[in-house]
């Protein structure tokens, strides 16, 4: 609990509007989006720009307050809920939405924390450019949530994740400075890299409060195709091939096993296969251009794909004739969490490993859970390109109640299949983040020489352990 | 000095080859290659791989016996140089000169600290694959070295720095532990990323023993122009509409002063004016395809230069007619330093502001320079396209003593120089780091907030300070 004095003098710091206290007010702010984790908190602290935030910091640290930073609240590792006892605060960005800067000339837009993606990907479309990462909680997830998680999404094959699409920053560090880095330098060798540091860092090390981020053209002209293959080693080749044939153009390659199709097909009204075959395994592939350039990416998609028929890469293959259809291609790929989730319990791992080694882990850890865990079936999705799934256990056939099954075999399979990603040079967060979910797993699986070193940064950035407290670093008797 | 008897214990970690006494040997490694920087050290430790790596560093730790890390001794800012009191040993990566993978389907080359750049360009070339980074020194300088500096070069526009490019490391920290994270994941969200902080550090927090890297297709078609504009303001204009019609293949594109172009006319034997009109500023630009596909690069610069000079942009155009031609070009480019050194003594800054602001810059800086020095004249080039300059101040004509002239005027110039670059949101070190040559100006300018936040990240890692000392933190009095 926090004292009533405590939060007088945050009130005197950010006004009426800068402490909320009514307790309808802060409860949907004290569960994770997906109900998995439960804190309390006495007040959220809602700044309304950086100086703010940085008063508000330093009276945190003067006291001892710890805080927990929130944007959209859309973790999905339980990264932005308070500790369960109510001895933290819970700071949120949301106030701070203004678009400080959008600069189409210089591909450029300056966002505050709490501006919403979607937001960002609207002011950027009315200057003809865009911001290239999207997520499904695109409506709720917030700038300073999604670098500091450094978030990902199906276009990090070409434009990368927001570590590569965040060219200034600027943050609260614990002590209530303020850490000013917003110019956008595209060369800048001066000592270590604070905005890399401070991008992924889940908001232990201080608070983002605004950053420079990087536009791209608007797509003029785009294809998308399906194609079924029989292994993700081919999906793997023609991912190669398409590169060989479209270089940089290549914007989204998702692939998605036959029975994750099975289940959209099953519980999505809607929804058909795009190709007239069932094959095991199966390819959405994105390709876009930025100018009106001859040949445009559906006659270049189509001239790879041939190719890869002939090469007998590929089993069948479609190529969207128009946008409705483009659409529904891609309705299928994010559809597949809300069809698993309706055709049972599982258990979902967002993990990567080298791309080469992509295929061969897809095949064999499948069958290797299956085997350890009987009745179980296991599969997989996602950005192959990107080295990177997202690997679900099913409960067996007729498993009515899904909690009981996941608390009896939930750490077992955990620990299966993060064993197996670790054996083979992988992560076991590759999208995600840590937060108070996987904190245990990491501190079992990464190398002393990785933790001391997080410690050891964590420490020195924030000697009195007042940032987002219970995230990211594991605890002592964790690893 | 270091005690004969810490000398035999190193010699009996890394045997005979990995330490040298012999003073003739050690004397080349004493001074940086511009002469500069002189230091002295009693031994250079040469070990043979990673763990001959750890144990040096673990005794050194045990002993305080402080370590300078050195590739291929080429900085430019005093990096490598060891301190002139005797204290410190070299550590040398050379001997550690091993490719230990190259896989082409994966685009990925695993190379040990003491590969020499142009030894991984030949290997990369053999498998039909680049490592699109190149500079000056590229016959010298190491893959460790180029690490530990976030090097950059003339493909940045495309390709990125050194940061882009290094997709997994191996280091030794400063208490001999291992970081083992050569692994090359594209997607990596388990806490703060040691990479990243490792890549630039100067070997300030560990020593950088190998890394995975990222190659690229082999240019299949190029096409290399020189233009010639009125005005830096026209130059950042061409670049932004080559980008429209050329996208991502723009792989250079290099500004250069009317009166640097002059000089290397002057001074550099069979150069010669690519275009018929002598404008006052220059660009060159090279476009590459890794594939034959038409229209190829010659012709769509072609059709890009052709609505420059339409829309008044450019004045006058030509395209290399060959590859005798495009080196030619190039060469110009290449020769700019040496010319400038013939020219006469010259003050030169490795500078970076936010590109838009660029053009003004260069402008604005060169004649504020001339005016606060009478005698002087001041320019640049450089790229344009990375908000990157090499900007020059040369002594009044007839200056016969240029050390002196330094002597007398260079602490001036220097702070003149920095202090515009600091008022534009820019860096005094886009390329070259910090070292021992920028540390003062670094301390000066930079914000209490990053100094605090550099040192906190340096005692964490190397609470003993043996790692690099007296590079790139600037020291108490230093700011």
Redesign the interface.
Known sequence: MTGQSIIDRFSSLLGSKGVITDRDDIAPWLTDWRGRYHGAADAILAPANTQEVAAAVALASETGIPLVPQGGNTSMVGGATPPADGSALILSLRRMNHIRAL?P??NLAICEAGVILSSLHDAAAAVARRFPLSLGAKGSATIGGLIS??A?GTQ?LRHG?M??LVEGIEAV?P?G??????????????????K??L????GT?GIVTAASLRLV?AIAARAVGWIGVRSPDDALALL?LAE??L??SVEGFEIIADDGLGHVLSHIPGTRCPIGTRTPWHVLIEVDH??MSEPGPAQRLESALAQALERNIAVDAAIAANDAQAEAFWRIRESLSEAERAQGPALQYDI?????RMPAFMVDAADAAERAFPGTTASSFG?L????VHFHVRAPKGTMDGPAWMAAQGQAINTFIHDAVAAV??????????GQMKRAE?GRL?????I???R??K???DPKGIMNPGK??PRPDEG
Chains 1, 2 share one sequence.
């Open positions: 600069s000339d210089d998680t450094n990902g990090v994740t570590r590569a560090l002590d400075s303020i850490f000013e880095g917003l110019d956008a330098l595209k060369k800048d060798n001066r000592g270590y890299d604070i890399q540091l991008i992924g860092a889940e090390l053209p190669r060989t044939h270089g940089d930025a100018d990567s490993v080298p791309v080469a950005h390109g990107d080295g990177n040079g992988g992560s076991i967060s590759a999208e995600h983040g840590i990491f990464a190398s002393p020489a990785r001391a070193a997080l050891a940064i420490t020195a950035f990211l670093i």
